[in-house]
């Protein structure tokens, strides 16, 4: 089966999903075959497209991340005129959308520009290395190549997947054109079938009890990720405090959806 692996990223202003103003877009473009494993193998030559999106103004710490300033993006087009051109390529039924983060950070940005959710069959590499780092990287260190690299480069970085997967230090992060680069390469040399991808990106990491983090297991019980209750089970919290995580309004919903089910009387339980 043929498809198209397109990997996107994009370069802001900041780090707040809803505020952030997106400076530069890149996707790269690999035609793949899927093998009736649901292996990825290249199936053409890769295209990198990428381009600057105007901004008014950048803050020196993020120019300082990516090297974009705002007089940099005079003349360019808005990522608000750019967004649902791309992302009308992105929902083809035939593509693979891939990211480093991307469902943390740049689909939430994406989504904030469109009039629309994205309907995207997605693989979220940042996701897939946080899995692969918390579950089977002591057998790979063993068994890989790839124990001549020092064992402090394995950390949860674009960088450090890289390294691990190709064998080679990756320079140029946060251009948008090389991250994506960096992303495609291990998508292709992981060795991870496509089905058991798409399952890791859209399933709680291993040691969180939601799909964002905010609560963590310890053992079999679940507990605050964060604050001043962090630690602490669910069950050994105050309840106005689980009600103020519900009702403040900018905690993930599948977040609120645990602790709801959790005062109404259904423990999380670990899978």
Same mark, same amino acid.
């Given at each position: 089966?043929?498809?198209?692996?397109?990997?996107?990223?994009?370069?802001?202003?900041?780090?707040? =999903?809803?505020?952030? %103003?997106?400076?530069? &877009?890149? @996707?790269?473009?690999?035609?793949?075959?899927?093998? +009736?494993?649901?292996? #990825?193998?290249?199936?053409?030559?890769?295209?990198?497209?990428?381009?600057?999106?105007?901004?008014?103004?950048?803050?020196?710490?993020?120019?300082?991340?990516?090297?974009?300033?705002?007089?940099?993006?005079?003349?360019?087009?808005?990522?608000?005129?750019?967004?649902?051109?791309? =992302?009308?390529?992105? %929902?083809?039924?035939? &593509?693979? @959308?891939?990211?480093?983060?991307?469902?943390?950070? +740049?689909?939430?940005? #994406?989504?904030?520009?469109?009039?629309?959710?994205?309907?995207?069959?997605?693989?979220?590499?940042?996701?897939?290395?946080?899995?692969?780092?918390?579950?089977?990287?002591?057998?790979?260190?063993?068994?890989?190549?790839?124990?001549?690299?020092?064992?402090?480069?394995?950390?949860?970085?674009?960088?450090?997947?890289?390294?691990?997967?190709?064998?080679?230090?990756?320079?140029?992060?946060?251009?948008?054109?090389?991250?994506?680069?960096?992303?495609?390469?291990?998508?292709?040399?992981?060795?991870?079938?496509?089905?058991?991808?798409?399952?890791?990106?859209?399933?709680?990491?291993?040691?969180?009890?939601?799909?964002?983090?905010?609560?963590?297991?310890?053992?079999?019980?679940?507990?605050?990720?964060?604050?001043?209750?962090?630690?602490?089970?669910?069950?050994?919290?105050?309840?106005?405090?689980?009600?103020?995580?519900?009702?403040?309004?900018?905690?993930?919903?599948?977040?609120?959806?645990?602790?709801?089910?959790?005062?109404?009387?259904?423990?999380?339980?670990?899978?």
């Amino acid at each position: 089966m043929n498809k198209t692996v397109i990997v996107f990223d994009l370069e802001t202003t900041g780090t707040d =999903t809803n505020t952030c %103003e997106v400076a530069q &877009v890149a @996707v790269a473009v690999q035609p793949v075959e899927v093998t +009736d494993a649901g292996m #990825l193998i290249a199936a053409g030559e890769m295209e990198v497209h990428k381009t600057l999106c105007r901004v008014d103004e950048m803050p020196p710490e993020a120019t300082a991340v990516h090297g974009i300033t705002a007089e940099m993006t005079e003349g360019a087009q808005r990522f608000f005129a750019i967004a649902p051109n791309m =992302t009308s390529r992105l %929902e083809d039924p035939d &593509v693979i @959308v891939v990211t480093f983060n991307g469902r943390g950070y +740049d689909i939430p940005v #994406l989504r904030r520009h469109l009039a629309h959710d994205p309907a995207l069959d997605h693989v979220d590499m940042y996701r897939v290395w946080q899995y692969v780092r918390t579950t089977t990287l002591t057998s790979h260190w063993q068994t890989s190549q790839h124990h001549r690299l020092p064992a402090s480069i394995f950390s949860g970085s674009l960088s450090a997947m890289h390294a691990f997967y190709t064998g080679e230090v990756f320079d140029g992060a946060h251009d948008a054109g090389n991250d994506c680069i960096a992303t495609l390469r291990p998508l292709l040399e992981c060795g991870i079938p496509l089905h058991e991808l798409r399952r890791i990106t859209n399933s709680p990491l291993p040691n969180d009890v939601d799909m964002d983090g905010k609560l963590k297991w310890r053992g079999t019980t679940a507990t605050i990720g964060f604050g001043k209750h962090k630690d602490t089970a669910i069950e050994d919290v105050p309840r106005d405090y689980l009600m103020w995580m519900i009702n403040k309004g900018d905690f993930p919903r599948g977040t609120c959806d645990v602790i709801r089910n959790f005062l109404n009387g259904t423990y999380p339980v670990k899978r």
